[in-house]
């Protein structure tokens, strides 16, 4: 039974549960509310929520544990002998789950009897070509042994389901079940539900910690996996970056790193002089009307999508660039896409970012540190830049940080206006490239996963992540140790 | 600034002439203080014209995306051609391709020119093929299909012009520009612009390109944006379905019955992590748990809904947790002195105080998700033409789809640069989006925030 009708069912169940749990205690009290413990409805969320939880929290679990278990057993079984030379067991077994999802469509669309695909063998059908006509595109020619794997695999995901609708079921009628057989007019409902409530909300919160621990277990193992079949020493000494997705490929970070760090310079060096400026400006001089209308303004740049900045990039700054860099002009810039315009975009986009985070510290510093300067008799700009901006620098310095994470990791400007090649030079209008691009590169196609050159991805990501994470956690030190407190 | 005084003072005092006179060093610091205002409203000049010049040039490219040229035709469906049986058998008719009807209309558009009487070099009925779509078969065919009785008489249709054509008329192609391009001729050309004076050529409201799917590489007049928004829609309400009541759930735990300890902190300082991690690296995530793991379907709406619930979380729990705490506690103490319980007064008094600013800042995070498209790139919602609409509510989670930021980005790689115009088009499309959403947020905001 799939997900949906099992999610349908306990629903059906959980509503009935209500109903019916009210009406029984209802009943024990001989129809008088006042004779019961809590008020009625308390009754039916209690039937409802013991039998609707656990089911779904049973289904869950299941999708999550049934693809390990079976990854293991059906993996356990592929002899050695099965993984070809150069290859390895996780290239076999998503070979073998193809197979499987192959059988399945092919099953689903009729081409083939239940029995057949089970029974099906490679010295008497070529299945290949079978999966073929229902539109399953195979890379090679299936053997035995895969085939072998793949209807293993399919029996093993047919009794997995069968497990699962059984115990999802069971657990919602035993809860229905407990939940109504236990009500009568004592129960303590309220406190019941209560608590069960509250489990639900701490599981909402930890939500984010389990998806912090997936970020971290989706990195590490991809990225353990990549390092077994390409040399650390390469990827983190080399100086070349050349994919080929036939085998060969040099992939060495620096040269990402650098394209990276140098947008991001650009874009800072655009962004914080605008944006801290703008921000003082709003702050000490703007009347209240220019502020109620150029703050929102400025806002707006920070709420457009990455992806209008980078098609803006592509077709706008990209070309204007070019016809005054470009051959026609000074003749150092090559093509429109460059570090230059990735750079000044993506300062565009920070502008914002820097100012309203700089506007608030600024106001945070108290009037009278401003009474004070003005009353010994210093210019407003003197207060500005003796008073205010060294009160106000360990915040302005978290917000240049937390700008410049957000530089590093921004991705659809690079992807779309800083070109694709991977170079070490010092020329802004060169095209260079970073490394939010070149995950967007290797994982997009028709890649395989397991080439060193999709999971290299996942170690790019890996220093992405810990660069920002890093920035981040520095940008909050530096905040809480040098903030002044006053009263 | 005391040292100053201190060294130069009798000197200064000395050419104090009158107070009404202002000294050397005053009007220096007078220079100062306009220069530094200067450099502010600099400041906030640049942000405002970076804002303009982005907005100008998506509607100056953007806008001529919802226009497109149509020529105007009587084409005549020949029976020997469509139907050389004579039974109107819609399997005879089928078999007949796309490639039987192009004769047809480069025929049809031949004679109109004829009987215009405009002066063309052109002979062969055959080059007409350059100033129409190679859609307009398509569109013939399927309208024979439906209704066979159509065979034998001559129709008037309004055939999408080619996309040379199309740009020639909204000055992306020029003369100087073809020079290279086999797919269009300077006669082609000169005879559009006796075609446009002729009524038979023109531009009218391209309602195909907001409601229609994704074309091919080789047929950008033909590519429409609206399947991609309805892979947008079902994203969105996955994202709704699940953000919303996770995100509220988390932040009544945590602004309400957490205790201070160590868990508790774990939890907030992992709630402002992820508001910080870059968004491909929620796209990395995806990838590696949603599609490698657990197998869902790579590119399907419900897979990139579940990737931009978890990016957009950290937004509406933080949102939420500053509405909640909003609410003045002594709503909490009324209702605990009115023997509510802890859980009874969150849910039946500060919750719904707290609702306005948690629809707000949900409206917010959805814009926000809107928008998003890296994660989507790695999840595989790119790659894939749009071209089907989804079949039912079901399909509609699961079967392969775009979304309108990743429609975008598609149209942006291509080679055609016709497909920029859509591109900037889809964008218009976008920011209209996202801008109703947040002028909701706000009268929202204005129509119900309270203050205490």
Redo the contacts between chains.
């Keep these: 039974m799939s997900a949906?009708w099992l999610v349908t069912i306990a629903l059906g169940l959980a509503i009935l549960g209500f109903v019916v749990g009210r009406g029984r205690a209802l009943s024990h009290a001989g129809g008088d509310s006042r004779d019961l413990h809590s008020l009625p409805n308390y009754y039916g969320w209690n039937v409802a929520l013991t039998s609707l939880v656990p089911a779904l929290g049973i289904l869950v679990l299941w999708?999550?544990v049934q693809?390990l278990v079976i990854n293991n057993s059906i993996s356990g079984n592929i002899p050695d002998t099965l993984v070809p030379e150069g290859s390895t067991l996780s290239l076999v077994m998503s070979d073998v789950?193809r197979v499987a999802?192959g059988l399945d469509l092919a099953v689903a669309e009729g081409a083939l009897s239940a029995e057949d695909a089970q029974s099906m063998r490679t010295e008497f059908t070529n299945v290949r070509d079978r999966l073929a006509e229902v539109g399953v595109a195979l890379g090679s020619n299936v053997t035995a042994g895969t085939l072998a794997a793949a209807q293993d695999y399919r029996s093993a995901t047919y009794t997995g389901n069968i497990l699962r609708t059984f115990f999802v079921l069971g657990a919602a009628l035993a809860g229905f079940a407990y939940a109504f057989m236990s009500t009568h007019k004592e129960l303590r409902a309220?406190n019941l539900v209560?608590a069960g409530?509250?489990v639900?909300?701490?599981?909402?919160?930890?939500?984010?910690?389990l998806?912090?621990i997936?970020?971290i277990l989706?990195?590490i193992?991809?990225t353990v996996q990549f390092f077994r079949i390409y040399p650390a020493s390469e990827f983190f000494l080399s100086l070349t970056w050349s994919p080929s997705f036939g085998g060969g490929s040099e992939l060495g970070i620096w040269p990402l790193l650098w394209g990276t760090l140098y947008i991001s310079l650009i874009a800072l060096a655009v962004a914080v002089?605008?944006?801290?400026?703008?921000a003082?400006?709003?702050s000490?001089?703007?009347s209240p009307s220019v502020r109620a209308f150029?703050k929102p303004?400025?806002e707006?740049?920070a709420?457009?999508?990455?992806?209008?900045?980078?098609?803006?990039a592509?077709?706008?700054v990209g070309p204007l660039l070019l016809s005054v860099f470009g051959r026609d002009g000074v003749g150092i810039m090559q093509a429109g896409t460059a570090v230059m315009t990735a750079g000044l975009v993506m300062g565009?986009m920070l502008?914002?970012f820097v100012?309203s985070l700089s506007d608030d510290i600024i106001n945070a510093v108290p009037q009278a540190m401003r009474d004070g300067s003005y009353g010994?008799?210093?210019?407003?700009?003197?207060t500005?830049?003796q008073v205010i901006l060294p009160a106000a620098l360990p915040g302005i310095v978290g917000a240049v940080l937390?700008a410049a994470?957000?530089a590093?990791?921004?991705?659809?400007i690079v992807?779309?206006g800083a070109g694709a090649a991977a170079r070490l030079s010092l020329n802004p209008f060169d095209a260079m490239t970073t490394v939010?691009a070149k995950?967007?590169s290797q994982?997009?196609?028709d890649a395989d996963?397991a080439s060193p050159e999709a999971l290299v991805?996942?170690a790019l990501?890996m220093t992405?992540?810990i660069i920002?994470?890093g920035l981040?956690?520095l940008a909050?030190y530096i905040v809480r140790k040098y903030r002044e407190q006053y009263e | 600034?005391t040292d100053a005084t201190l060294d130069t003072g009798g000197e200064r005092r000395a050419s104090h002439g009158s107070l009404t006179a202002q000294d050397e060093r005053t009007k220096r610091?007078?220079r100062?203080?306009a220069?530094?205002?200067a450099?502010?409203?600099?400041?906030?000049s640049?942000?405002?014209f970076?804002?303009c010049?982005?907005l100008v040039?998506?509607i100056t490219?953007g806008l001529t995306a919802f226009q497109q040229t149509f020529i105007e035709v009587e084409v005549f469906l020949d029976p020997e051609v469509l139907d050389k049986n004579g039974n109107r058998d819609p399997d005879d008719l089928r078999k007949v391709s796309t490639f039987g009807y192009n004769p047809l209309i480069n025929q049809a558009v031949f004679d109109k020119i004829n009987s215009f009487d405009l002066d063309s070099p052109i002979e062969d009925p055959k080059q007409m093929r350059n100033l129409v779509s190679a859609s307009a078969a398509a569109t013939l065919r399927d309208s024979v299909l439906e209704d066979p009785e159509l065979i034998g008489q001559t129709l008037t249709y309004q055939l999408l012009a080619s996309s040379r054509v199309d740009g020639y008329l909204k000055g992306r192609v020029s003369r100087e520009s073809i020079a290279e391009d086999k797919n269009i001729t300077v006669e082609d050309l000169d005879l559009v612009d006796q075609m446009v004076e002729a009524g038979i050529i023109a531009k009218s409201f391209n309602w195909s390109f907001i409601t229609g799917a994704d074309a091919s590489e080789s047929r950008p007049e033909q590519a429409g944006i609206g399947v991609s928004m309805l892979g947008s829609l079902f994203m969105m309400f996955v994202v709704l379905a699940l953000s919303l009541?996770?995100?509220v759930?988390?932040s009544?735990?945590?602004e309400e019955?957490?205790p201070q300890n160590r868990f508790t902190d774990?939890?907030e300082v992992?709630?402002?992590?992820?508001a910080?991690?870059?968004?491909?690296?929620?796209g990395?995530?995806g990838?590696?748990?949603f599609i490698?793991?657990?197998?869902l379907p790579q590119s399907a709406p419900l897979v990139g809904g579940l990737v931009l619930t978890?990016m957009t979380?950290?937004t509406i729990?933080i949102s939420t947790r500053a509405s909640l705490k909003a609410v003045p506690p002594s709503i909490r103490d009324a209702a605990l002195g009115v023997g509510a319980?802890?859980?009874q007064s969150v849910f039946h008094h500060v919750l719904p105080l707290a609702m306005p600013g948690i629809l707000t800042g949900t409206i917010i995070g959805l814009?926000q998700a809107?928008?998003?498209?890296?994660p989507l790139?790695?999840i595989?919602m790119?790659?894939y033409i749009a071209t089907n609409y989804p079949e039912g509510v079901?399909s509609g989670f699961m079967d392969p789809n775009s979304a309108i930021?990743a429609q975008?980005?598609q149209w942006?790689?291509r080679a055609d640069p016709a497909f920029?115009e859509r591109?900037?088009g889809g964008?218009i499309i976008?920011?209209v989006f996202?801008m109703t959403m947040?002028i909701i947020a706000i009268l929202l905001r204005r129509r119900f925030e309270r203050r205490w």
């Excluded at chain 2, 992992?270 to 992820?274: A, D, E, M, T």
């Excluded at chain 2, 910080?276 to 929620?282: Q, T």
């Excluded at chain 2, 809107?370 to 890296?374: I, Q, V």
């Design positions: 949906f999708a999550l693809p789950r999802d309220r209560e409530v509250k639900l909300l701490v599981t909402a919160a930890s939500i984010a910690i998806t912090t997936g970020i989706s990195l193992f991809n002089p605008i944006g801290l400026f703008a003082v400006y709003l000490e001089y703007a150029a303004l400025l707006v740049l709420g457009i999508p990455t992806i209008v900045y980078g098609l803006f592509l077709l706008t565009m502008i914002p100012s010994l008799g210093a210019t407003k700009s003197e500005i830049k937390l994470s957000r590093i990791g921004e991705t659809m992807v779309l939010t995950i967007v994982l997009t196609g996963f991805a996942f990501g992405l992540f920002t994470l981040n956690v909050l | 600034m610091r007078n100062a203080e220069r530094f205002k450099y502010g409203i600099a400041a906030i640049a942000g405002l970076f804002l010049v982005l040039s998506i490219n009541p996770i995100g759930a988390a009544i735990y945590l019955f957490a774990f939890i992992n709630i402002s992590n992820l910080a991690v870059p968004s491909i690296v929620f990395i995530l990838l590696a748990v490698q793991f657990m197998h978890l979380l950290p729990i319980s802890k859980m814009a809107l928008g998003e498209t890296a790139l790695l595989g790119v790659g079901a930021p975008i980005y942006a790689t920029y591109a900037w964008i976008l920011l996202l947040n």
